[in-house]
Protein backbone atom coordinates (compact mmCIF):
# COMPACT_ATOMS: atom_id res chain seq x y z
CA UNK A 1 0.00 0.00 0.00
CA UNK A 2 2.33 2.86 -0.90
CA UNK A 3 -0.57 5.44 0.84
CA UNK A 4 0.99 4.40 3.68
CA UNK A 5 4.06 5.73 5.67
CA UNK A 6 5.73 5.69 8.71
CA UNK A 7 7.22 8.56 11.19
CA UNK A 8 9.41 7.77 14.21
CA UNK A 9 8.84 10.29 16.35
CA UNK A 10 11.18 11.95 19.62
CA UNK A 11 9.35 14.75 21.66
CA UNK A 12 11.74 16.77 24.33
CA UNK A 13 10.49 18.98 26.58
CA UNK A 14 8.36 18.39 29.73
CA UNK A 15 6.47 15.43 28.03
CA UNK A 16 6.46 12.86 30.60
CA UNK A 17 4.12 12.68 34.08
CA UNK A 18 1.82 15.11 31.44
CA UNK A 19 -0.49 12.16 30.10
CA UNK A 20 1.12 12.55 26.94
CA UNK A 21 1.08 9.18 26.12
CA UNK A 22 -1.89 8.10 26.91
CA UNK A 23 -2.99 11.64 24.77
CA UNK A 24 -1.04 10.92 22.06
CA UNK A 25 -2.73 6.78 22.21
CA UNK A 26 -6.14 8.78 22.02
CA UNK A 27 -5.78 10.82 19.26
CA UNK A 28 -3.79 7.92 17.08
CA UNK A 29 -6.61 5.57 17.90
CA UNK A 30 -8.99 8.77 16.61
CA UNK A 31 -7.53 9.57 13.26
CA UNK A 32 -7.11 6.10 12.62
CA UNK A 33 -3.28 5.98 12.69
CA UNK A 34 -1.64 2.73 14.25
CA UNK A 35 2.04 2.39 16.00
CA UNK A 36 2.79 2.89 19.46
CA UNK A 37 4.47 5.38 22.03
CA UNK A 38 7.20 5.06 25.17
CA UNK A 39 8.73 7.14 27.64
CA UNK A 40 12.31 7.55 27.34
CA UNK A 41 14.98 7.11 30.33
CA UNK A 42 16.21 10.48 29.26
CA UNK A 43 13.39 12.03 29.52
CA UNK A 44 12.11 12.41 25.74
CA UNK A 45 8.85 10.31 24.58
CA UNK A 46 9.18 8.13 21.71
CA UNK A 47 6.37 7.42 18.93
CA UNK A 48 6.04 5.17 15.80
CA UNK A 49 2.81 6.53 13.99
CA UNK A 50 2.11 4.15 10.31
CA UNK A 51 -0.73 4.77 8.49
CA UNK A 52 -1.94 7.22 5.52
CA UNK A 53 0.35 9.83 4.35
CA UNK A 54 -2.30 12.53 5.55
CA UNK A 55 -3.23 11.19 9.03
CA UNK A 56 0.57 10.33 9.61
CA UNK A 57 1.40 14.24 9.02
CA UNK A 58 -1.55 15.36 11.47
CA UNK A 59 -0.03 13.19 14.24
CA UNK A 60 3.49 14.61 13.57
CA UNK A 61 2.25 17.74 13.47
CA UNK A 62 -0.36 17.26 16.68
CA UNK A 63 3.03 15.72 18.43
CA UNK A 64 4.77 19.72 18.54
CA UNK A 65 1.61 20.60 21.10
CA UNK A 66 1.04 17.34 22.37
CA UNK A 67 -1.07 16.71 25.71
CA UNK A 68 -2.44 20.15 27.48
CA UNK A 69 -0.28 20.46 30.24
CA UNK A 70 2.97 19.58 27.71
CA UNK A 71 5.75 22.16 26.70
CA UNK A 72 7.10 20.68 23.90
CA UNK A 73 10.40 21.98 22.94
CA UNK A 74 11.66 19.82 19.87
CA UNK A 75 10.26 17.04 17.77
CA UNK A 76 12.59 15.36 15.52
CA UNK A 77 10.89 13.08 12.97
CA UNK A 78 12.71 9.83 10.42
CA UNK A 79 10.42 8.57 8.17
CA UNK A 80 10.74 4.87 7.18
CA UNK A 81 9.07 2.14 5.63
CA UNK A 82 5.73 0.80 7.04
CA UNK A 83 6.00 -2.43 8.85
CA UNK A 84 2.03 -3.50 8.97
CA UNK A 85 1.52 -2.16 12.40
CA UNK A 86 -2.08 -2.68 13.75
CA UNK A 87 -3.78 -1.39 16.48
CA UNK A 88 -2.12 1.68 18.62
CA UNK A 89 -0.35 1.06 22.41
CA UNK A 90 1.63 2.96 25.04
CA UNK A 91 4.86 0.67 25.77
CA UNK A 92 6.39 0.39 28.50
Not at 1 to 13: E, K, N
Not at 14 to 29: F, I, L, S
Not at 49 to 72: K, L
Amino acid sequence: MTDRTRAHVFVSGTVQGVYYRANTRDTARENDVDGWVRNLEDGRVEAVFEGPVDAVEEMVAWCHAGSPAAEVDDVAVEYEVPRDVDGFEIRY
